[in-house]
């Protein structure tokens, strides 16, 4: 998707990207040019349905990032409080600012940090997130740096708001389209929803191994809902009537897919002038969830390592769901004997070895998935 916009001289301009991790990183590296003691600076969202902080993005230059961490936050908590009131926490001193320091706490005097501030990310008055910044000497953030350094990072909190009001538009879009078929809908929501936590614990699994960023991993569980989108506009509905069932499958599927990239394409247009760094992700899902490793896929038939890993993770999580569910044509299968087909397929080549493995490693958060049924991602 490439857009273009002209500006009142008549000039044509390339509109913006967002990406929270460059914006991040952008902004840390002006701050530090004037204030070299801000070493850390990081980006943790709010889940709603798990009233969890958990990492997204940072810029680490002293100590250890923090990945694929969470943590419980309440308005009842020490920076709950401050959430609430909308207003930022500021500890001079973290050695002797906390009673009970918490794991984390123990963690920021770990890296050598010696003070802290927090402000919350809000949007239309929900919680989005937390900002949180970190400077290697005591008794850093007076009034003046406080006040300077919100304006410095309004960028950041600005470019978080902006994504994730993206994903938001992008998953009910996803919601929306499935509301307009004959399928069951519950069943279809629910199928949507497994297969974007299956593959957040695929994800957060394989960080290590494919270098994931906090990021990455958040975006493929949201995209994932809609790897099967294009399946649910009219056309691809016409096209999978009765009355053509001698359609070659490529055709099909192929079909399904552009109506898909079509979809979120347009939506992506009307959402504002700018461009998502994501939205190349979420492509890659709704184009590629159908292919193997063998070449045996549909609908382009690409093999190994031209297959992006967003989409082998999907695959796999994908399948693994319509293993694991009732289906009117069959009974559901057992988590144990679905992992075991998985391993076949892997032994023929057609899936990815360490995706299927780390959700073999996941068993003990899958259970609940199974058994709850979970009908939305937030």
Known sequence: MKKEMT??????????????SNTLKQVHHDIVSQAPDVVRIAVALYDADTQELKTFADSTLQGKPLLRYSAPISSKSSLGKYVCRRKARVINDLQSGYQTPSSHQNWLIEQGYASSL???ILHDGQLEGILFIDANSKQFFDKSSVDDLRHSTKAILNSVIQERGYIKSMTELGQSMRQTTLEQDKDSRSHAQRVGLYSGLIAERLGDIYQLSDEYIDHITHFATLHDIGKFSALSTNQSSIWHQDWDDRILVSGRVQQGLN???QLAQQIDDNQYACHDLLHSIIQHHHEYLDGS??????????IPIAARIVTVA???DALTSDRHYCESWSLIHALLELEKMVALGKLDGHCVHALRCQQAKIKPILESQPLAVH
């Open 7 to 20: 500006n009142t001289q008549g000039y044509t301009t390339q509109p913006k990207i967002i990406s929270v």
């Open 118 to 120: 927090t402000y919350p």
């Open 263 to 265: 979809l979120v394409n």
């Open 297 to 306: 896929g549909l609908p382009n038939r690409l093999k190994h390592e031209q």
């Open 318 to 320: 994908n399948i693994f």
